[in-house]
Every structure is written in C-alpha cells, then in structure tokens.
C-alpha cells in the first residue's frame, strides 16, 4: 500500500468522522432548538391543565353539593306551600260555613270582601301595609291593560307586583288583560272576552309561579258587558271561573268632586246597615281609597265584621 493511498484511507475515514460528528452536532442542536423547547411548552400545558382540571373537580364537587342543598330547600318549600295551601282550603271552607250561619241567622258575625281593581299600582303596596297591619286579607283583581311596568313606578315590572299579593295571603282575580270594554274591545264577543280571560291567566300564572285566578271581575262590571254575556258567561263556566260584581260601590271612581275619603265613609256606612256579607268595590290607583280605608277597616271592625279574600266556594262568587 503506497503512502498515497494510506493518506486516502485516512482522509475519507476523517471524512467520515467529521460527517458523524457533524450529524451528532446537528442531531442534539436540534433536540436542544427544537424538542426540547416543544416538549417543554407541551409538558407545561400540560401541568396548566391538570391544575385546571383539579379546579374543575373541586368546583363540580362543590356545584354538587349545592345542588342536594338547593333541592332540600325547594323539598321543603314544596312542602310548605302543601301545607299553606290545605290551611287555606281549609279556612276556605270554614268560611263558606260562616257564609251559610250568617245568611240563616247562626251567627251575627259579619263578612267583608274588600276587592280592589285595576293593579298592579306601586300604591298597591301602601295598600298591603294597611291591610298588613289590620291584619286584613282582601281580593286584587289585576289587569295587564298598564303594560308590562308600573303606572305609577315605570322602573318596576308590573308581574314583580304579583307575589306579593299573594305572599300576604290575598286573593288574585282576573280583570281581563286589556281591560278595553269600548267599541271593538273585550265585549264585542265571547271570544274576544275570553282570549282576553286567557292572557291575563297565563301572566298571572307566569308571574307567580303557577298560581291559577279563578274569580273574574267584568271591567265595568257584568252591567256592561251588553248583549254576549250569556256567551261569556258560558266560556267562563267552561273553563273553571266564577265571576263577582259587588254590594257596594266606594265611590273612589266617581271624579274629582264627587268622591273623597269622607264621600266613601258614607258609602260604607249606608251598606253596614244591611249588608251582613259585604263586597267593596275600590281601585288600587285611588289615593282617597288608600286614605279611606284604615277608617273603613276600624269602622267595619266594630261593626262585627272580618275580612276575608275571596274564594271559589263563596256564595259571593258567581258560577
Ligand atoms: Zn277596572
């Protein structure tokens, strides 16, 4: 072998080496520039993830928890309102007895229906006060002829209005969602009157959760409605309600000048002197009502009578 050819050897074998050093330079040049850093990202997320995952966990588990919470509350409102509900059945049907004692001379008590139109108003809460206090329970009869805000408070929604009627234990009857008895409105036919019975259902049941009005007041009442009422009467019937006009006008929508506090004092003293089971006609925008009526429940009060909201069952309500 010549020294020629030995340097060649030599020189593709250092060749060789170079070429493998080379590729091992780039191989961990490459694992350093490029894997590392990936894996690295990767392996962080990674941790970022499962971290959020525990977080997750512990939130699902606490989400739980409060969930078996939420439905042994609702398990006892549930049975509350149950329990509510048959008390009021039954003082319900306790009143129908007094309603019959009083009509044949069993007792000498005495029954007031205070039934107030046209709410929501916020002045119905100064209503709520008064009757708070005296410990009163009375008839609202509501209607959606206002729109869906308060007349006399346009920041609040009229239906917030609907629980607390009932939170105090009174009655909610349908006055009709227009309320429009002019040409071409509510009295026009059955079926208008009726669709406008419906609607105004529907936004007391929405409303309040589910609580069914089954007591209408005519706007005007059953005097105006003209000649479909027998239609209305029947669709009225067929669908579960019954409907009351009233013993007693309070005057409170007689106009400025013919109406006062005092003008409605006089009213209800010329019914107290023969009317045994009473029903007032008031509205829930009158102020000269809601100035009236601690007078008008002192009065009553000792004339014998108790205030009672108005049920189904009363020999009142018409059916
Ligand atoms: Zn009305």
Not at 210 to 215: A, F, N
Request: a neutral charge; proline letters at 3%; glycine letters at 10%.
């Amino acid at each position: 072998m010549g020294k020629t050819e030995r340097q060649g050897k030599r020189g593709s074998w250092g060749n060789f080496i170079l070429i493998a050093v080379g590729i091992l330079i780039l191989a961990v040049a490459a694992v350093g520039v490029i894997v590392v850093p990936r894996y690295g990202r990767v392996f962080a997320e990674y941790r970022k993830y499962s971290a959020e995952l525990r977080e997750s966990k512990k939130e699902l588990a606490d989400a739980q928890k409060k969930n078996t919470e939420l439905l042994a509350a609702r398990d006892e409102l549930q049975a509350l309102d149950a329990e509510v509900q048959s008390l009021q059945a039954e003082t319900f049907s306790y009143a129908a007895e007094l309603e019959k004692a009083i009509t044949n001379g069993g007792s000498n008590k005495r029954i007031c229906y205070i039934t107030i139109d046209d709410g929501p108003y916020y002045r119905g809460r100064k209503f709520l006060e008064i009757f708070n206090k005296y410990d009163v329970k009375a008839t609202f009869f509501l209607t959606t002829a206002n729109g869906d805000m308060l007349p006399d408070h346009g920041d609040i929604s009229a239906s917030s209005m609907y629980p607390e009627y009932l939170k105090y234990g009174h009655t909610i009857g349908n006055h009709t969602y227009s309320h429009n008895y002019g040409a071409g409105g509510i009295y026009s036919s059955a079926e208008s009157f009726m669709k406008s019975i419906r609607k105004q259902d529907e936004f007391t049941e929405k409303a309040t959760g589910g609580y069914e009005p089954v007591i209408v007041r005519f706007p005007g009442g059953t005097g105006t409605a003209g000649s479909e009422l027998g239609g209305m009467i029947e669709g009225l019937r067929k669908e579960g309600h019954g409907w009351i006009d009233w013993t007693i006008d309070s005057s409170d929508s007689w106009g400025t000048g013919n109406t006062s506090p005092k003008i409605i004092m006089k009213q209800i003293k010329k019914a107290a002197k023969d009317q045994k089971i009473m029903v007032i006609l008031f509205h829930e925008w009158s102020e000269n009502s809601q100035k009236a009526m601690p007078q008008v429940i002192e009065y009553l009060t000792e004339q014998n009578y108790i205030f009672l909201p108005l049920f189904y069952d009363s020999m009142m309500v018409e059916k």
